[in-house]
């Protein structure tokens, strides 16, 4: 059985940890702690949504960050430790980060991610998202395209506000 998880907003205290998961993953973006500092600046632009899921003894096992620009936003990095995958951990993050878009009016999400990150690729499509585009040769180090992925967002429900019994 998994641990409890909890999702969490990021704050610059987890940055370490954050870091560490990140260059720990050969297909995770490697940005470094300034990037990240720079995401959780309230000032930033864009503004970004940093979500992290923490379980028991606050162990940081993965984390997201979305940039927005309204009404879309674009996933930016979802990533879970090693040691911490096929646990539905990045599910969870990205299910908590789209009920924030929601909220916050964003009605697409977009990506990019490597034609190689087959888990990644999966973990995608079974959220919703589809294929728009192939970028070739995106990627540098290896050299490989890039899959451009869009997700529609549902508005949130409000059929029970507006449902009229007559």
């Known amino acids: 059985m998994n641990p409890p998880l909890q999702i969490r907003p990021m704050i610059p205290a987890d940055l370490e940890q954050v870091c560490a998961i990140a260059s720990s993953l050969p297909n995770a973006p490697h940005w470094s702690m300034a990037t990240y500092l720079d995401a959780l600046s309230r000032g930033a632009s864009p503004s970004r949504i940093a979500l992290l899921a ?11 960050v979305a940039s927005l620009i309204p009404p879309q936003a674009e996933l930016e990095i979802i990533a879970v430790a090693a040691d911490h995958q096929r646990q539905s951990i990045a599910r969870q993050l990205f ?6 878009l929601k909220a916050m009016q964003i009605d697409m999400v977009l990506l990019e991610v490597r034609a ?5 690729l999966a973990l995608y499509c079974s959220q919703g998202f589809r294929q728009t585009a192939r970028r070739p040769r995106y990627y540098a180090d290896p050299v490989e395209d890039a899959i451009l992925m869009l997700l529609p967002l549902e508005p949130p429900d409000q059929s029970s506000a507006t449902s009229s019994h007559g």
Do not use: D
């Open 95 to 100: 299910s908590a980060l789209v009920e924030k």
């Open 116 to 120: 190689s990150n087959l888990p990644a």
């Open 54 to 64: 923490e379980s028991t003894g606050n162990l940081i096992t993965g984390f997201a």
